[in-house]
């Protein structure tokens, strides 16, 4: 017999790899952190002394989500702002808020949360882009949970950092110390957008992620108005700076991507870029709908993102892949577009690729991390079972999710997280609200 | 002191009558099935001696959430066709699938689940459109739900009825004995489209619909397809034969009314007409985005429903109402439309207007029906919070429901059902899952 740190014995195994496969009768043996094998409940039991032997016997077993585009620490801005033009959010409260209270103690606490929610709904690993980059490491290495932190670049002054320069030296620190070989941590650089950067900033930015060779991520394309704007300001397109910059390549993830015209998509697929779709922001902001069957047919890597909780407002994945779904089929005019499947692989596969995990994360195969995650069906919402992948992406609400493990530690067990004083965040989050809350006008007038 | 049978204490009051108003420190005494007082908690505890205390220190009290449409039996074909185009899936597996297992057995297996899951999730009315509607009736009647019952009428056969004249007798019977005035049960007529009805048998369901003051709903302009079939086959579009027949008046109720033309639009709202707007629906069978926000300001009563299990695939109110909001966004190219208010006052009163039960249902009110819900924010997701409904419309689960009321009778307790054996319900969808699908092919490919 051989040991095992876990034998996990779902009813079903959605493996995601290879595509449209559900097991069943199967077991999955999860050892140093990783999968060690996917076979036959029998064969499991005569090959396997496991030291936790994980029984869900109404269960899917599915690899964790990823999360593509976040802004974790804007948790504490949740419902602070909503039903507004995305000038007046950002300009009237967002930011304003930011100026205010972005510290090192509010990126801490308000990723924290971040990180709870998520594993409590079936993310094990989500993509950040915030102010205090080297904080959201330092929560996801204290909470075990798996992230990939970019670091934020822009021309503006934050409480962060006051330049380019600033943004990039204290990057290019992260990448050194202490997360160069981390087992959780990796690293990047995310301009916040082209109207955020001069093109000297973006050249500077070029030079340093080839020599470090990070992958970089932007917000592009977001809104017709940030296109119009650029035009207007700079002759160009959002898209063609960035391209003139030589920073369209296979380490970029496109943020949104929205607009995008029928050469741009071209030039996306050919170049190997990414796209993170963030279908409950883009609705939420007016921003209008990313045109996903399209992009897929094109060769694109689709990702899936909730964005920040400001603009969503849950960092649910599952509700993400239903949106990303039900709306994908409305935006190619076509029911049979975006299926369950497809939604399935963007939040998974999708995501590990665009975050450059994808020989790590993203799917059950044998010797990957073991990110995995437990869904149980002995709901009435998803009852009867005809299809488990159409359950999971129709049906499903993240609460269903009773197990995650990241890396093989077991984060979350029959739905109560084993490492997080819940309580204590939610304290630490109501303290947040009342001190941000006295300093903003539309919830003083909404009180 | 005053008896009342429960005084419920939670954080937060939403009664969304008057609008806008969310309450601290108040407690809602029910009396007899109907609300008694909304008073602060001191007044209260001077006022009443109640029977029960409920306390929810952490928790939002509001109207229970009222679905104006929905096929509830069929949740015993969730997952059975998704990604499908609308005539493919109505023609190649619904319809096949009902033809031959619809029977009063699975219609009462398949509304009890619907309720049960209704229930679980904030809904405490539901109007339904289904075939054996004095079976949904009973149903409905023994687990103390409160329903909306419509009897489908059409020309084609079914194994409920083999003409438009038998389910209008069907129908009229039904209305007579034994929901004549029934505390729980009210009646209506549901046509079940435009090309599903001869002139002859509109003709013959006004002339009852008049007799008997009953409501008419009906399946309409929900396609394009729809409309231009119908211009095809009879020289007008749906709602002209509607208004022909003389059925466009204040006791429509037009389901889904995704295409409509301005002049159907001002004739709508002049006639007092009713939508239920279904946009999770609308989306998976790519049939296009209702303008709800040029609805509404044209002075249309908008609800929300669901639709049936097969076409969504939950019965989840509160996904609804988000995806209401999000959607109505990006349909009306407007951040500021749709805000969460709208959202739940479609999910309420809109509901509770079109169903003919305002007077009664959807707001709290002192006098009215104790129709009521708890939501508990203590979750990751819903904190922290500046603004109670912008919680409630973009970031609360339903499954937070802790509990619910019909009619003041405690259906919910603490996340419990009082009066559904769950595993029961559960056990016999399986078995119809099992019986189903060894019928459909589909099913079987997906094995």
Known sequence: MQHCDALIVPRWCVPVVPAGVVLEGHAVAVSEGRIDAILPLEQAQARYQPSALIERPDHVLMPGLVNAHTHAAMTLFRGLADDMHLEAWLRQHIWPAERRWVSAELVRDGTELAIAEMLRGGTTCFGDQYFFPEIVAQAATDLSMRAVVATPVADFKSSWAGSAAEYLQKGTDLVHDPYAEHPLITTAFAPHSTFAMADESFAALRVLADQLDLRVQIHLHESAAEIRESLRDTGKRPFARLDHAGLVNRSLLAVHAVHLDDEEVDRLAAAGVSMAHCP???????????????????????????????????????SEMQ????????????????????????ATMGGARALRLDRSIGSI????????????????????????VSQLVYATASTQVSDAWV???????????????????????????DRIAASDKHVQEVQ
């Not at 890396?407 to 997080?420: A, F, K, M, S, W």
């Open 280 to 318: 409950k922001s883009n609705l939420k902001l007016a921003n209008g709908v990313a045109p996903v069957a399209k992009y897929r047919s094109a060769g694109i890597n689709v990702a899936l993102g909730t964005d920040g909780a400001a603009s969503n407002n849950m960092l649910d994945m599952f």
């Open 323 to 346: 949106t990303a779904a039900l709306l994908g089929k409305t935006a190619a005019d076509d029911a049979t577009a975006v299926s369950a499947q497809d939604a399935l692989d963007m």
């Open 365 to 388: 195969e044998q010797g990957k991390l073991a990110d995995l995650v437990c869904v149980d069906f002995d709901h009435f919402n998803t009852r009867p079972v005809y299809d488990v």
């Open 407 to 433: 890396g093989g530690r077991h984060q979350l067990e029959n739905g109560r997280l084993t490492q997080i004083d819940g309580h204590e965040l939610v304290a630490r989050a109501d303290e947040w609200r």
